[in-house]
């Protein structure tokens, strides 16, 4: 049988109030003891929803020791009260997936206050800087004339940037992963130029570069390798931004066909990750798998794409 701990579980803070408990006792900040009084001697820490409670003088409770301590009722008359309770009140959501749906709003409303390419922003001529044509960018990249970037702490400037929205396997925007730049359409001369938006992100994101047509379609790590990758193999080609999002991918309904564009790396992650992923989807998805890396190691689509390019010009 449940026992009033387990049935009260994540409801304390809203259930402890109808037996009793003055809410001004349960805010997390040091309060008076309800109990033996004092100024900050005591706090309600509700740990893991289990709403205990600690104070300097009386020592640790549980929450249905704090209901008998403070009214005066027995343990069976708190437990039956409180069990009564539970099933009217809402569970509170633990802090982690509050804190996670706080950031999702900050990426929706930076997404929302992004702008599509036109040829003629940053995000535009940093492409063509790299030898991709912006218009092949029509997923989900777009230009934000004025991003905040942290510098430490509270500090921030505002800069533009290549914005990216990060999808979920079913294709639901999750987050946003931001390339700080000039108006030139360089890198942004900062610390860290490439950053995601904070919070925590499900298994197997992806970047949605660009538009799907047909049934064949290329993954690569960065969102410059998948665009150059598109241009090289003339393939629709979406970016899991690393090589541990790359092994947990899973491909859209339909496609018969990933070509997996693995970055050549000199510690063997980016192989040993386009491989494992090939494995995944030809054996478990039962998909037609090729998997393609650069000749140089160390190099990666984007270097392979302005080789050729220089070549051709010469
Ligand atoms: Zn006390």
Known sequence: MKSVHDICRHRWTELLPHVGIDPKYLTGKHTPCPVCGGKDRFRYLNTKGKGGAICNQC?????????????????????????????????????????NAKCREASSALWKGSEALTGDDPVSRYLEARGIDWRLADGDIRYHPSCSYHVDGNQYRRLPAMVAKISDREGKGVSVHRTFLTMDGRKADVEKPK????????????????????????????????????????????????????????????????????????????????????????????????????????????????????????
């Open 59 to 99: 020592g640790g409770f549980n929450p249905v020791d704090l209901v008998m301590q403070v009214t005066g009722r027995d343990f069976q008359e708190a437990a039956r009260e409180l069990e009564k309770l539970a099933g009217s009140v809402e569970p509170e959501k633990p802090r982690k997936a509050r804190d």
């Open 195 to 314: 950053q995601m938006m904070p919070g925590g992100l499900p298994k197997g994101v992806s970047c949605r570069t660009m538009q799907l047509r047909g049934d064949t379609i290329g993954i690569a790590e960065g969102i410059e390798t998948a665009l150059s990758a598109a241009v090289l193999h003339r393939v629709r080609c979406w970016a899991t931004l690393n090589s541990s999002q790359m092994v947990k991918w899973e491909p859209p309904e339909g496609v018969k066909r990933v070509i997996i564009f693995g970055d050549c790396d000199l510690t063997f992650t980016g192989q040993a990750a386009a491989y494992s992923i090939a494995q995944i989807l030809k054996v478990r998805h039962k998909i037609d798998v090729e998997v393609k890396l650069p000749h140089a190691f160390g190099a990666d689509w984007n270097d392979v794409l302005k080789d050729q390019q220089q070549r051709n010009a010469a």
